[in-house]
Each structure stands twice: as structure tokens, then as C-alpha cells.
């Protein structure tokens, strides 16, 4: 496991516990397989993240970091989300139907792809990459707006939706705390 990787499993087990996680019917996850998905994650996001251009103003590290805290505050990391399709019925009185956007969003990053979703379940790696392009274009699209706005695109599908914009705030902030809550790992260049 790189050092990128056991930084951002040390992130994801801090941020999003999974003793704290939602347990729906039909997605029971143990804490030792929650953990051992949880490294895979860490693992396939550090890979992306290494592999492509830092998202704008990033650094490699810091972008596997954002990553991360989309994945949080889209998925928080739920096996239905993740594993796929997600859970959309009642659950303990609570109705989720609206869940992963109705159903058009998929994996941890919530991405929302034209056809074929049940597929792109079984490529984690391939949803990551589209989703790191997802977060590239939203903040281009939206480079007239405040930093922390210019995911908003991603979001909502404008730059100029409020309920985006909102989002976005929501995102760079939890962004900003896993940025900060442990030293950033040293990589090599």
C-alpha cells in the first residue's frame, strides 16, 4: 500500500467510520469488510489520482484528498452506493427512494453516467476517473465563481444553481477538514 493510500484508508475510517455507516437490507458488511473495502478504496483513489493531472490548483496528494471528500459527502462511502444498485425502499421507516439520485447515480462518487450503470460497478477505478473529470469540468465550467462554489456544475448541473452552490460550500469544507486533520503523506516527484 502506497503512502498516499494508508493516508487516505486513516481519512476515510476517521471521516466516514463504518460504525456509523447506514445498514441497509441485503448490504451487511462486517467492520473488518467494511475496512478491507475501505483499503481498496483508499488504494483505487491514490491510483487514480497518481495516474491522472492534479485537479486545478491541487497537488496529486491533495487532489486523492478531494477525491476522498467527495466520496464522503456523496456516498459516505455505503457498500449500496459503492457495490451498487443502491438501496432506494423503505428502511427503518425512513423512505430512501430518492437515494444516489433515484437511482442514476453510481459508486462513491455519485456519478451520473448516460446508460449502462450496472457495469460501472464492477470498475471502480473506471468510475473514479470519470468522476475526476466530472470534478475537472465543474471547476473550469465554473471558474467565474468562488473557489469553494466551483463545484457546483458537478452538483447540480449549473454553475448557477444555488442548491449547487450550496453543495459545493459543503464539499470544500469537508474537504478543508481531511486536508487538515493529518499531515499531507510524503510521495516522491
Known amino acids: 500500500m502506497t ?6 484508508l486513516a481519512l476515510a475510517l476517521q471521516f466516514a467510520p463504518p460504525s456509523q455507516a447506514l445498514r441497509f437490507k441485503g448490504y451487511d458488511e ?4 467494511a475496512r478491507a473495502r475501505y483499503t481498496v478504496i483508499a488504494e483505487d483513489i491514490a491510483a487514480v489520482t497518481q495516474a491522472h493531472d492534479p485537479l486545478p490548483g491541487l497537488t496529486r496528494s491533495e487532489s486523492a484528498a478531494f477525491v476522498l471528500a467527495m466520496a464522503i459527502g456523496e456516498s459516505a462511502l455505503a457498500l449500496d452506493a459503492d457495490k451498487g444498485p443502491c438501496f432506494r425502499g423503505r428502511h427503518l421507516g425512513r ?3 430518492g437515494r444516489c439520485d433515484s437511482g442514476r447515480a453510481v459508486g462513491v462518487l ?3 453516467l448516460a ?3 450496472a457495469e460501472h460497478f464492477a470498475d471502480r477505478r473506471k468510475l473514479l476517473t470519470v468522476g475526476l473529470e466530472a470534478l475537472r469540468g465543474s471547476i473550469w465550467a465554473c471558474a467565474r465563481l468562488p473557489v469553494d462554489e466551483r463545484l457546483a456544475a458537478y452538483a447540480s448541473g449549473s454553475c448557477a444553481n444555488e442548491g449547487g452552490k450550496a453543495g459545493s460550500r459543503k464539499r470544500w469544507a469537508l474537504f478543508s477538514q481531511i486536508l487538515n486533520a493529518r499531515p499531507l503523506p510524503k510521495v516522491a516527484k
Open 95 to 97: 423512505n430512501y427512494a
Open 110 to 112: 455519485q456519478v451520473q
Open 30 to 33: 462486517t467492520a473488518d469488510a
Open 3 to 8: 503512502a498516499v493510500a494508508e493516508w487516505l
Open 115 to 117: 446508460s449502462g450503470r
